[in-house]
């Protein structure tokens, strides 16, 4: 493996993962992908290698890299490769890869030069790496040849900048040293997508290919085409080297020795070469890891702060204490007790806001359900009078009664009076369901223990089933005690004298016309589509009216309905719909709402729809009764034709409904007064005081707080949920002391990028003649020519002895680590003149044993 760098951060890397993978999560690490972009032959796909350390890109001249190559390293114990497009085949010699590679561009471009964007996607498992996506772009070119199309220059940058324009990737613009760096389509490219610089670095290539005479040296030093990042020279194998198999360790041994002993390039040799290169995307890899760790440790940090009340539970926790289970099963009895007691009477705390329950929903039971019951029992006028007439006839017998029999009022008030039983009992019924739903709920807090539940469960539930039974019998005593004596000196009994004069109108008025009864949405269900389809409407029901507007603001009225005739039916729910439906409809077959013999008016659960009907009641909207036409016939018949049986009739109506009302008003009093005596509070009582001996004598203790496997599970689930956590926040604590980041450089003055045109060329033949403020310096084997006087300020004249051709010392960079730091003192440079030395003396070079030294004048540094 070339990649020294690398795997330093590979432990680094498989730390974090392996404390997120403890806990059941991915480490989003996202890390940059690296792309290189450069025109044709540029040397990238060899870059791309020699970061990898391996051998598998194909190479040539003129159009090599003809489809994107994305490609995945991905860190494993075994080292083996393998493409999207052959799953199931894997590749351990990477010359196969590399047939592989040519063969599928082949297949999808041809033979002969075509390009693709649709990329090649390959995958390298290996010890070696880190979790990394490098992209190979083919390279930019402006001539079409072979079957390539036209546009081929505009189809390359297209696709290049697919890749290059995301901001997580690190673009390496490739550029051959022969060739004027100021056009430079990757480095313009670039630009335009990372316009500040801070992802872009320019990496020269082929620099040992230059024509004898001419460096890169200012170029390499970020002076003469600036970029914030600024370049690094790269010397690749050539392809006679690729041909005859050279290695890659000996071609960056090749590549250390050119820097080390080329003269331009010496003093800052420690700044060259792929090793370098390597060590400056590693930095980047290591400064992206530590500006994603502040995220991943908030994550982490309010997942552990979530899991600490419940851990705390369990720090000390041990299964099998009897004294724990005894806590345990107290603490968890007297808690049912509580939930219960604020489920049925309310409580502040852990409000319900999404449904009813508990109290709430019987409450709606006593105070509107068995109030409409009752209603609807009681007003079914048409049959009521029948029986009047029936019962007075069948009192006189073969006489003509001459006054109004109190028997038959007797008799129809009783009949009256049983009726309440059905609705009554009902009652119970509803209230005994919502008791048990309630205990469900409570229970669910003991699903840690499933046999303490199911015990709990059965014991409130049989009790709630015997209470049932002593409740329904006090409510039919109260109704028997009803039936037992009709007491006609009742204050609110309207009497015989009353009764005659009293108004035979059906629909009484209203005490208060204007009083608000109810407000809410309602949506109009059968408008048809031509009109606009169902709507929404705002409805105000008043005591007098039923009104509808466009919102809740009541400012747009849309219809104002009188209440007079109306009533109410039931409409069965729609195969689609999943509204509920009721209608309101006139009794003289007049049409409500412009063409409509009925509203249809949804809402969203039948609970809606009860409780807006028991509104309407409280409105005088009654509920509508099925008749039968020939019954109807024959009472009005009968009235018809006895105008004094008619009046006696109307007589014993009005008494039996002043007296019903009575017994009405009384009753739906009493019910809930019962029900909440024999069976509410009695419950409540039960699991305060009894419950617990009941468990105790149902099954011993053990069995009872026995864990389920699934409570059990979550316990150690969480404890070591808990402790993964905090040992990957301990990790991350260590690895952001531990990492090192380097910071952004400063900006530089790019506008060349812009221009588009070099300020000089970048081949610098080597001349007496330097630019101000830089002295000369004698270049290759031999003596210069005599020096040109410098400025004033500067050192008038000095003789420099011959550079030696024997390179440097290898060790003298071996300190500097620091991608960005200053350049070490190479022995070849001079000492600066201090500034005690006045101007025009010429300053005597140091001795050195066997070695003549370069005396250069002050300068400044390369990266001040």
């Given at each position: 493996?070339?990649?020294?760098?690398?795997?330093?951060?590979?432990?680094?890397?498989?730390?974090?993962?392996?404390?997120?993978?403890?806990?059941?999560?991915?480490?989003?690490?996202?890390?940059?992908?690296?792309?290189?972009?450069?025109?044709?032959?540029?040397?990238?796909?060899?870059?791309?290698?020699?970061?990898?350390?391996?051998?598998?890109?194909?190479?040539?001249?003129?159009?090599?890299?003809?489809?994107?190559?994305?490609?995945?390293?991905?860190?494993?114990?075994?080292?083996?490769?393998?493409?999207?497009?052959?799953?199931?085949?894997?590749?351990?010699?990477?010359?196969?890869?590399?047939?592989?590679?040519?063969?599928?561009?082949?297949?999808?471009?041809?033979?002969?030069?075509?390009?693709?964007p649709?990329?090649?996607?390959?995958?390298?498992?290996?010890?070696?790496?880190?979790?990394?996506?490098?992209?190979?772009?083919?390279?930019?070119?402006?001539?079409?040849?072979?079957?390539?199309?036209?546009d081929?220059?505009?189809?390359?940058?297209?696709?290049?900048?697919?890749?290059?324009?995301?901001?997580?990737?690190?673009?390496?613009?490739?550029?051959?040293a022969?060739?004027?760096?100021?056009?430079?389509?990757?480095?313009?490219?670039?630009?335009?997508?990372?316009?500040?610089?801070?992802?872009?670095?320019?990496?020269?290539?082929?620099?040992?290919?230059?024509?004898?005479?001419?460096?890169?040296?200012?170029?390499?030093?970020?002076?003469?085409?600036?970029?914030?990042?600024?370049?690094?020279?790269?010397?690749?194998?050539?392809q006679?080297?690729?041909?005859?198999?050279?290695?890659?360790?000996?071609?960056?041994?090749?590549?250390?020795?050119?820097?080390?002993?080329?003269?331009?390039?010496?003093?800052?040799?420690?700044?060259?070469?792929?090793?370098?290169?390597?060590?400056?995307?590693?930095q980047?890899?290591?400064n992206?890891?530590?500006?994603?760790?502040?995220?991943?440790?908030?994550?982490?940090?309010?997942?552990?702060?979530s899991?600490?009340?419940?851990?705390?539970?369990?720090?000390?926790?041990?299964?099998?204490?009897?004294?724990?289970?005894?806590?345990?099963?107290?603490?968890?009895?007297?808690?049912?007790?509580?939930?219960?007691?604020?489920?049925?009477?309310?409580?502040?705390?852990?409000?319900?806001?999404?449904?009813?329950?508990?109290?709430?929903?019987?409450?709606?039971?006593?105070?509107?359900?068995?109030?409409?019951?009752?209603?609807?029992?009681?007003?079914?006028?048409?049959?009521?009078?029948?029986e009047?007439?029936?019962?007075?006839?069948?009192?006189?017998?073969?006489?003509?009664?001459?006054?109004?029999?109190?028997?038959?009022?007797?008799?129809?008030?009783?009949?009256?009076?049983?009726?309440?039983?059905?609705?009554?009992?009902?009652?119970?019924?509803?209230?005994?369901?919502?008791?048990?739903?309630?205990?469900?709920?409570?229970?669910?807090?003991?699903?840690?223990?499933?046999?303490?539940?199911?015990?709990?469960?059965?014991?409130?539930?049989?009790?709630?089933?015997?209470?049932?039974?002593?409740?329904?019998?006090?409510?039919?005593?109260?109704?028997?005690?009803?039936?037992?004596?009709?007491?006609?000196?009742?204050?609110?009994?309207?009497?015989?004298?009353?009764?005659?004069?009293?108004?035979?109108?059906?629909?009484?008025?209203?005490?208060?016309?204007?009083?608000?009864?109810?407000?809410?949405?309602?949506t109009?269900?059968?408008?048809?589509?031509?009109?606009?389809?169902?709507?929404?409407?705002?409805?105000?029901?008043?005591?007098?009216?039923?009104?509808?507007?466009?919102?809740?603001?009541?400012?747009?009225?849309?219809?104002?309905?009188?209440?007079?005739?109306?009533?109410?039916?039931?409409?069965?729910?729609?195969?689609?719909?999943?509204?509920?439906?009721?209608?309101?409809?006139?009794?003289?077959?007049?049409?409500?709402?412009?063409?409509?013999?009925?509203?249809?008016?949804?809402?969203d659960?039948?609970?809606?729809?009860?409780?807006?009907?028991?509104?309407?009641?409280?409105?005088?909207?009654?509920?509508?009764?099925?008749?039968v036409?020939?019954?109807?016939?024959?009472?009005?018949?009968?009235?018809?034709?006895?105008?004094?049986l008619?009046?006696?009739?109307?007589?014993?109506?009005?008494?039996?409904?002043?007296?019903?009302?009575?017994?009405?008003?009384?009753?739906?009093?009493?019910?809930?007064?019962?029900i909440?005596?024999?069976?509410?509070?009695?419950t409540?009582?039960?699991?305060?005081?009894?419950?617990l001996?009941?468990?105790?004598?149902?099954?011993?203790?053990?069995?009872?707080?026995?864990?389920?496997?699934?409570?059990?599970?979550?316990?150690?689930?969480?404890?070591?949920?808990?402790?993964?956590?905090?040992?990957?926040?301990?990790?991350?604590?260590?690895?952001s002391?531990?990492?090192?980041?380097?910071?952004?450089?400063?900006?530089?003055?790019?506008?060349?990028?812009?221009?588009g045109?070099?300020?000089?060329p970048?081949?610098?033949?080597?001349?007496?003649?330097?630019?101000?403020?830089?002295?000369?310096?004698?270049?290759?084997?031999?003596?210069?020519?005599?020096?040109?006087?410098?400025p004033?300020?500067?050192?008038?004249?000095?003789?420099?002895p011959?550079?030696?051709?024997?390179?440097?010392?290898?060790?003298?960079?071996?300190?500097?680590?620091?991608?960005?730091?200053?350049?070490?003192?190479?022995?070849?440079?001079?000492?600066?003149?201090?500034?005690?030395?006045?101007?025009?003396?010429?300053?005597?070079?140091?001795?050195?044993?066997?070695?003549?030294?370069?005396?250069?004048?002050?300068?400044?540094?390369?990266?001040?």
């Open positions: 493996m070339g990649n020294r760098g690398m795997e330093d951060l590979i432990p680094l890397v498989n730390k974090l993962q392996d404390a997120f993978s403890s806990i059941g999560q991915s480490c989003h690490l996202d890390l940059p992908q690296i792309a290189v972009v450069g025109g044709q032959s540029a040397g990238k796909s060899s870059v791309l290698e020699n970061f990898v350390g391996r051998d598998f890109l194909p190479r040539g001249s003129g159009i090599v890299t003809r489809r994107p190559l994305i490609l995945q390293l991905i860190f494993s114990k075994t080292e083996y490769a393998e493409f999207l497009h052959c799953k199931s085949k894997k590749f351990t010699d990477f010359d196969e890869v590399r047939q592989e590679i040519e063969a599928e561009t082949d297949r999808v471009t041809g033979t002969n030069k075509g390009i693709s649709i990329p090649i996607n390959l995958r390298v498992y290996s010890p070696h790496v880190l979790n990394l996506t490098l992209i190979d772009l083919p390279g930019i070119t402006k001539v079409p040849v072979g079957d390539q199309p036209q081929i220059e505009y189809q390359i940058k297209d696709m290049i900048l697919q890749f290059i324009s995301r901001e997580s990737s690190l673009i390496l613009a490739v550029t051959p022969n060739m004027d760096l100021a056009n430079s389509d990757a480095l313009k490219m670039a630009k335009e997508v990372d316009p500040q610089g801070l992802r872009t670095i320019g990496v020269i290539t082929k620099l040992d290919l230059m024509d004898e005479g001419t460096d890169a040296r200012d170029i390499l030093e970020n002076k003469l085409l600036p970029l914030r990042r600024g370049y690094i020279g790269v010397v690749n194998r050539s006679k080297d690729i041909e005859g198999k050279k290695d890659i360790r000996a071609a960056l041994a090749a590549e250390r020795k050119f820097f080390l002993s080329h003269p331009a390039y010496r003093h800052m040799a420690d700044r060259m070469g792929t090793p370098h290169l390597q060590k400056v995307l590693n980047q890899l290591t992206h890891i530590r500006d994603t760790l502040p995220s991943l440790r908030s994550k982490l940090q309010s997942q552990l702060l899991l600490e009340k419940e851990v705390e539970e369990y720090k000390n926790f041990r299964p099998d204490d009897p004294t724990r289970k005894t806590k345990a099963l107290l603490q968890m009895v007297q808690q049912f007790g509580v939930d219960f007691e604020k489920r049925i009477e309310g409580s502040g705390d852990q409000v319900d806001t999404l449904e009813l329950s508990g109290g709430a929903r019987i409450n709606r039971i006593f105070h509107e359900r068995f109030p409409f019951e009752l209603v609807k029992m009681e007003f079914d006028e048409k049959d009521l009078r029948r009047i007439s029936y019962a007075i006839k069948n009192i006189h017998g073969i006489r003509t009664g001459l006054f109004t029999p109190d028997l038959a009022f007797e008799a129809i008030v009783k009949k009256q009076v049983v009726k309440l039983k059905e609705p009554c009992l009902k009652c119970v019924d509803l209230v005994i369901q919502e008791l048990i739903n309630t205990v469900r709920q409570c229970t669910s807090k003991l699903g840690s223990y499933p046999r303490l539940r199911e015990e709990t469960e059965r014991i409130v539930t049989t009790y709630i089933r015997e209470r049932e039974g002593k409740t329904k019998d006090q409510i039919l005593l109260l109704i028997d005690i009803e039936l037992s004596y009709i007491n006609t000196n009742h204050e609110d009994f309207i009497g015989f004298a009353n009764a005659q004069q009293r108004s035979t109108q059906l629909n009484k008025k209203r005490a208060i016309p204007n009083q608000v009864i109810r407000r809410g949405w309602l109009i269900n059968n408008i048809s589509i031509m009109k606009g389809g169902s709507k929404e409407y705002w409805f105000v029901l008043t005591a007098e009216s039923l009104s509808w507007y466009k919102d809740e603001e009541e400012k747009e009225k849309k219809y104002m309905l009188p209440l007079d005739n109306l009533k109410i039916r039931d409409v069965e729910k729609g195969f689609m719909s999943n509204k509920h439906v009721f209608a309101i409809f006139n009794t003289e077959q007049r049409n409500v709402y412009k063409d409509l013999r009925q509203i249809e008016l949804a809402c659960s039948q609970e809606d729809v009860d409780s807006w009907k028991a509104s309407f009641l409280r409105a005088g909207v009654y509920p509508e009764k099925d008749q036409e020939n019954e109807e016939g024959a009472q009005e018949n009968t009235f018809s034709m006895d105008p004094q008619e009046r006696q009739v109307e007589t014993i109506r009005n008494l039996v409904d002043s007296y019903v009302g009575i017994i009405n008003k009384s009753i739906r009093d009493l019910m809930p007064k019962t909440m005596h024999l069976m509410i509070n009695n409540k009582d039960f699991i305060h005081s009894e419950l001996a009941y468990l105790y004598s149902s099954a011993d203790q053990s069995s009872l707080m026995e864990e389920s496997a699934d409570q059990a599970q979550r316990r150690d689930d969480m404890l070591r949920m808990y402790h993964a956590l905090k040992e990957a926040l301990h990790i991350i604590g260590d690895i002391t531990s990492t090192i980041s380097t910071p952004v450089p400063p900006p530089v003055d790019d506008a060349w990028l812009q221009s045109n070099s300020p000089t970048q081949r610098r033949p080597t001349s007496t003649v330097l630019p101000p403020g830089r002295p000369p310096a004698v270049r290759g084997p031999t003596p210069g020519p005599p020096l040109i006087p410098a004033a300020g500067s050192i008038s004249s000095f003789i420099a011959p550079i030696p051709s024997r390179p440097g010392p290898q060790n003298v960079f071996a300190a500097n680590n620091d991608p960005f730091s200053a350049p070490p003192q190479i022995p070849s440079r001079p000492a600066r003149i201090p500034p005690g030395v006045p101007p025009g003396v010429p300053r005597r070079p140091p001795a050195a044993p066997n070695r003549p030294t370069i005396i250069r004048p002050a300068e400044p540094s390369l990266l001040d």
